[in-house]
Structures are given as C-alpha cells and as structure tokens.
C-alpha cells in the first residue's frame, strides 16, 4: 500500500514522522517512491518501509545482544582475576563502569522481553508442584483402599514407600540447595 509518510506515522507501532525524516536523512536506502519538496508530502510503500525499519531494529538488537554478551564475558573475567588482568588491560576505570552499567542495561532488557525468569517465580512453583506431590503421597494409600481390596499390611507398605520417596525428594532438593548456594531447610517436615 502507498501513502505519505504522515500517513504512515499514524499506524500502530511506526516511529513519529519527524524520526521517519530522520531514517530517511541518515539512511539513503530507506524506501520512498517520491521524494518530499515544499507543499509535496512524501510518497512511500508501507510494507517496504515497515520491512525496512524491522531490519533496522533488528540490527539494532543484535548490536545490543552482542555487546550484552561482551559485558557478561567481561563479568566472567572479573570472577577470573588473572584472566581479567590480561583481556582488560588498559582500561580506565570509567570504561570499567561503563561496562558494568551496560550489562545492567542488557539485564533490564532481558527482563523486559521474558528473557529472564525471576528466580522466586521458579522456586514459588517448585515448592506448588512439591506440595501436591506430598498431597497425592498422602492419599494414595485411601485413594487405592477405595478401588481394590488391599490389606492393612499392603496399605501400610504403600505409605512406607512413598513416605521413602518424599524423603528422598528431600534428600535431592537439599543437595541441589547446597550445590547453588541456597541451603533447603534441612527439617524433612517442612522440606516436603
């Protein structure tokens, strides 16, 4: 579809038209069928334009990413000591700071398109689904005397086992605790 680049300006998600003038004055490849003089608008083809300004912003992105992940290896580096003191020599402490600054920049980013999941978000619904597994442990026992014919003793080794399973669910979640830095509670009735 043709229209004028006000036209354009106007539909959802397109830059203002004077950040339109701008792409057009910076970037000479930007596509216009007829070009703007006094009391003539600018004629333009929305899908090109539009493809074009994706690309851009693309780009754009993948600068961002690229120097997100520049900044993060510089973060490895600085847990490296040694190997800090060797790939960053020669920079000054504003450089350093200004490192720091855009990889927090790129951390904001990545929250803001999903790129990262909060980590109480993660442990709230490792700690639901742990509470319904306790849940269907608990019942299974009642819940299979309902639909067969099963002794005491049967039932009794059924919640023996799955008693043993919640421990040992315990047991795992407290190592994987201790192995990211983050102690589970070691008191087995509040851990399952």
Do not use: C
């Amino acid at each position: 579809m043709r229209g004028t680049l006000g036209e354009f300006a106007s539909l959802p998600g397109t830059p203002s038209e004077p950040t339109l003038r701008a792409m057009i004055r910076d970037y000479p490849d930007f596509p216009i069928i007829e070009r703007g003089t006094n009391g003539r608008s600018y004629v333009i083809d929305f899908e090109d334009a539009w493809g074009f300004i994706k690309s851009l912003r693309d780009s754009e992105e993948r600068e961002q990413r690229a120097r997100a992940d520049e900044v993060r290896q510089y973060g490895l580096s600085l847990l490296g000591g040694e190997a800090m003191a060797q790939t960053q020599v020669g920079l000054s402490p504003t450089e350093h700071r200004a490192i720091m600054e855009n990889e927090l920049l790129a951390t904001k980013l990545a929250e803001k398109r999903g790129d990262l999941i909060h980590k109480a978000s993660v442990e709230e619904a490792l700690g639901e689904l742990v509470a319904w597994f306790q849940q269907q442990g608990t019942s299974l026992s009642a819940r299979l005397a309902k639909r067969g014919d099963f002794s005491r003793e049967q039932l009794a080794i059924i919640d023996a086992v799955i008693a043993q399973d919640q421990r040992e669910l315990a047991d795992r979640m407290e190592r994987i605790g201790r192995a990211t830095g983050n102690a589970v509670s070691s008191d087995r009735d509040s851990a399952v």
